[in-house]
């Protein structure tokens, strides 16, 4: 019952939570950059002025990729809360992100494609980090459903510090910040214009973000998992890391150039075999 | 059983007709009429089996005259190689075949006394999938060759090709015989003769254009492969002197129990299915493979050829279970796996990156043999399912698309959607197949990924890990490229699929989606009764739950693209230009450069051909794969001799 109350409650709610840390990520970035930033409610706004316009796109086929993209990762998240597999959870993620990898390309268009090649070389980045992490969960807890990991004795971020700095190292690619924002390039007008999301607009571009709202709500809710066990009050520790790592990805965003896909490449996959896989290696001789 | 001797000699015989038949039209008639004959003797066989309760069945005890054939058709294959290779001036080559065979025949002629613990056939779970896939796909195949080989001296690239389809039927054939013979037999001195045939058709077919590099490929094939021969042939006689007695379920049980002359002739064995199997350091002959016609790939890649590595690696899966060389073969397998991902992202030719992924696939399936439990042996089975349609789907599909485009670059295919929708949706099909979720080759990896985190298989689980993730970018990019919308402008090209392969190409595709959609009733039905006869006890690896959540994937990856796809086809939306810094030209193809002239627009994809190319991995892995092998080998060798 819970389950279900939680997946209702995520397909329901993950865009408003997602809009808010979109929000204050504006925010904390602006007063970071010494500006007064927009108002924490500015990402909404945003988008229904987006649905509001009349609809344009370059190729008709982009609807359909994008709406596929939304579905399947509220799917993604929809599981998770469902409290099922985890790998599968991320495998359907990945099948998500290549709609969003086809809606890029499927125009021809310069900027969008060269983004959407980005995206696609940054899903083969992180997705060795992202399996192990499920790997370490199955290790650490006997199980990759996502309730049973939830519901261990102890928090699993004791048997996985290492894996989480290399899902927390990968974060900042799936969102798409900098300094691995090679894709999208966070930041607009810049060598690639907007890349994957150069030619999306009006109502797909209001697609694509409440995409990266779920999706963001997701990943949030996979750090939770490495805090979260049976006691209750671990729930509000969960809650009090995703924040700190929010707060860490908008640092190190404003904190850091773009990088090319080299860089990339061998940092997140040194990082990923240093901590993940060192730390898998302990856990398989341990337990 | 008397389907059973049909299976394997009625290929044979038809070959022969399609030799003789010089009649195009006639010759054209027989293919079709016998690979239906062949495909309905399958599910004759399949049917018979069923009745009896789908229990394996031991026949022909009593088969003195057949051997003698054997001996005396082995003797043949011998002279056909020494003559080729006499006649190309690689006489070397001759000695591969030689020496095995007279080490044969003497252990068959003056050998000591052998015991006869089982029949010449065995019939089980395993071998009447084997039939399946051999019957069916090789039924397909052929029907195909006859469209596409039509196509194929018709067309102006290969006027210099001399036509010999006889030549070429009476070998696709022959090989479907031996296929047959092969995972049909339980004696390993037959297994062995089928084994040398397959070899020395594929280098036949290999070598079909008779151009020089077909002609180098060929024998770098059949040097390949003959070796593996080689190895077969000392752990057979190996084991026989040894033990007596030359049954394959008797090597396998005896190597189960502890047996050391058994478990050494288990690792030999082993080596000589790397190389059928195509895994580093023997990969090169399957990339050499690629100059012989597109049915013969398709035949090698899929059905036949590379699958009997796996299938004898399949039926070594129990012995190999915690040993070295379950260690060794898992290591060379999963090296492969993530090793060729890698040099197929850096191939821009469509049957090269086929290629690769074939051998990068069939690194995962012969790792998971190599660890050897219940669950990976599970995993590899429905690798092998799926890799066999999708595969050959995917040939028929490249080749029948090199007709029409002129080109199998996956760089022309930009657009493809466009230019012939019917061949680029099989495409998409079978390469969705390869890699996406809900397909099966996923759920196959995925059941791979957690049987070896299970066993502890910390390098295995490295491999599987970082392969998934070079796999998927491959795959995808080339899913991008079909449906990118063109930049040619306006090219007209001719669908030039004859309806033949057309028929075969939909089948495999109705195949594919029906494999997905049936994946957990299969599971049930026929994978894990052929666990549980294997290892005497299965479980399921994915619990149901995960199963019928992945039906629930299955329809909405299906359904969603196709409601929202539906919906919106009659919203009405301003198109507007792509977004070129406003210097586009009117239409998307091109843009004005800075001299102010028209400049056309061209994409690519990604391949850092410079950095992870062929040329640059290729020799390297060959050496250290070469090395965990010798290393290994010494290691085992000297663990039974002392």
Not at chain 1, 94 to 120: D, H, K, N, W
Not at chain 2, 327 to 349: E, H, K, P, R, Y
């Amino acid at each position: 019952m819970i389950k279900v109350i939680l997946t209702i409650c995520y397909i329901l709610l993950a865009p408003l939570i997602g809009g808010l840390l979109d929000g204050l990520d504006r925010k904390i970035s602006a007063r970071m950059q010494r500006r007064v930033g927009p108002p924490l409610l500015q990402p909404f706004y945003d988008v229904s002025k987006l649905l509001r316009k009349k609809p344009t796109a370059v190729a008709n086929s982009q609807n359909f990729l994008l709406i596929s993209y939304m579905v399947l990762m509220i799917l993604t998240g929809a599981f998770f809360f469902a409290g099922t597999d985890l790998l599968m959870c991320f495998f359907v993620m990945s099948t998500a992100a290549t709609f969003l990898y086809f809606a890029g390309v499927v125009t021809s268009s310069p900027y969008a494609s060269i983004g959407a090649q980005r995206e696609l070389l940054a899903m083969m980045v992180y997705e060795p980090a992202v399996l192990f992490s499920c790997v370490g969960f199955y290790l650490a807890t006997g199980s990759f459903n996502v309730s049973e990991i939830a519901m261990s004795n102890k928090s699993a971020i004791i048997y996985l510090p290492g894996f989480f700095v290399a899902f927390v190292f990968i974060l900042t690619i799936k969102m798409r910040k900098s300094p691995f924002d090679l894709a999208t390039s966070h930041h607009p007008n810049q060598e690639i214009v907007k890349g994957i999301t150069t030619d999306i607009g009006t109502r797909n571009l209001a697609i694509f973000t409440i995409t990266e709202w779920y999706e963001n709500v997701f990943l949030m809710a996979v750090v939770g998992l490495f805090i979260a066990n049976k006691n209750l009050i671990s729930i509000i520790g969960a809650v009090i890391v995703i924040l700190l790592v929010y707060f860490l990805e908008i640092l190190i965003d404003n904190t850091s150039a773009r990088v090319k896909w080299q860089t990339m490449l061998k940092t997140t996959w040194i990082v990923t075999i240093l901590f993940a896989g060192v730390n898998l290696i302990i856990l398989m001789i341990v337990k | 059983m008397a389907v059973i001797p049909f299976l394997i000699i009625f290929p044979l015989v038809i070959s022969l007709i399609m030799y003789c038949t010089r009649v195009n039209k006639v010759r054209n008639l027989i293919a079709y009429i016998s690979s239906v004959v062949i495909m309905a003797s399958v599910l004759v066989l399949v049917v018979l089996w069923c009745k009896k309760g789908m229990e394996p069945i031991t026949l022909y005890y009593e088969t003195e005259v057949v051997d003698k054939v054997i001996l005396l058709a082995e003797f043949l294959l011998m002279i056909i190689v020494t003559y080729l290779s006499f006649k190309y001036k690689r006489a070397w080559v001759s000695l591969l075949s030689i020496c095995p065979t007279l080490l044969i025949a003497y252990y068959e002629l003056f050998g000591p006394e052998r015991q006869q613990f089982a029949g010449h056939i065995y019939i089980d779970h395993l071998s009447i999938l084997m039939c399946i896939i051999v019957g069916l796909i090789g039924g397909l195949i052929v029907i195909y060759a006859v469209g596409y080989m039509h196509g194929y001296h018709h067309s102006p690239h290969h006027s210099n090709v001399e036509d010999r389809r006889y030549y070429f039927f009476s070998l696709l054939f022959i090989f479907l015989g031996a296929m047959f013979g092969f995972v049909l037999s339980e004696n390993l001195l037959w297994i062995d003769f089928f084994w040398e045939m397959t070899s020395i058709c594929s280098f036949l077919l290999i070598g079909y254009t008779r151009e020089p590099e077909a002609i180098k490929n060929s024998f770098r094939a059949l040097w390949m492969n003959l070796l593996g021969g080689c190895a077969l042939a000392i752990a057979i006689v190996y084991f026989g002197t040894k033990l007596g007695c030359v049954d394959l379920h008797m090597l396998v049980s005896t190597a189960i129990l502890g047996s050391k002359p058994a478990s050494l002739a288990v690792s030999l064995i082993a080596i000589a299915a790397l190389t059928k199997a195509a895994q580093l350091p023997f990969s090169t002959w399957l990339i050499g493979a690629m100059v012989a016609p597109t049915p013969s790939s398709a035949l090698l890649h899929s059905a036949t050829m590379v699958k009997a590595g796996i299938y004898i690696l399949l039926r070594l899966a129990p012995a190999m279970s915690e040993t070295q060389t379950g260690t060794m073969i898992a290591l060379v397998g999963g090296f492969t796996f993530l090793l060729t991902s890698f040099m197929a992202i850096a191939q821009s030719d469509g049957k090269k990156v086929l290629a690769f992924s074939t051998i990068s696939n069939l690194g995962l399936m012969v790792a998971c043999a190599g660890v050897g439990t219940p669950e990976t042996v599970w995993a590899a089975i429905f690798l092998m399912m799926f890799h066999a349609i999708s595969k050959s789907l995917l040939f028929q599909d490249v080749g029948a698309t090199e007709n029409a485009l002129g080109s199998r670059d996956v760089e022309d295919m930009h657009g493809l959607l466009y230019m012939l929708p019917k061949l680029a949706i099989f495409m998409f099909i079978g390469i969705a197949g390869m890699f996406l979720a809900p397909f099966g080759m996923l759920i196959s990896k995925w059941a791979a990924l957690k049987a070896s985190v299970d066993e502890r298989n910390i390098i295995l689980v490295f491999f599987i890990i970082f392969g998934s993730a070079t796999t998927s970018f491959y795959w995808t990019k080339w899913m991008g490229k079909i449906i990118s919308h063109s930049h040619l402008n306006g090219r007209q090209i001719k669908d030039k699929t004859k309806k033949n392969e057309m028929i075969s190409l939909t089948i495999h595709a109705v195949l594919m989606i029906a494999l997905c959609a049936l994946f957990p009733l299969l599971s049930e039905v026929f994978v894990n009764p052929l666990v549980n006869q294997m290892f005497g006890s299965s479980q399921n690896v994915l619990s149901d739950k995960i199963l019928f959540t992945l039906i629930i994937i299955i329809l909405v990856v299906f359904a969603v693209p196709f409601l929202a796809y539906q919906s919106g086809k009659h919203q009405t939306q301003e198109l507007k230009l792509s977004y070129m810094n406003g210097v586009n030209t009117g239409d998307n193809r091109a843009f004005t450069d800075s001299f102010g002239e028209d400049k056309t627009l061209w994409l690519s994809n990604f391949y850092f051909h410079k950095i992870i190319g062929s040329r640059k991995l290729m020799f390297p892995s060959q050496i250290l794969t070469l090395a965990v092998i010798i290393v290994m080998m010494c290691m085992i060798i000297g663990g039974a001799l002392l």
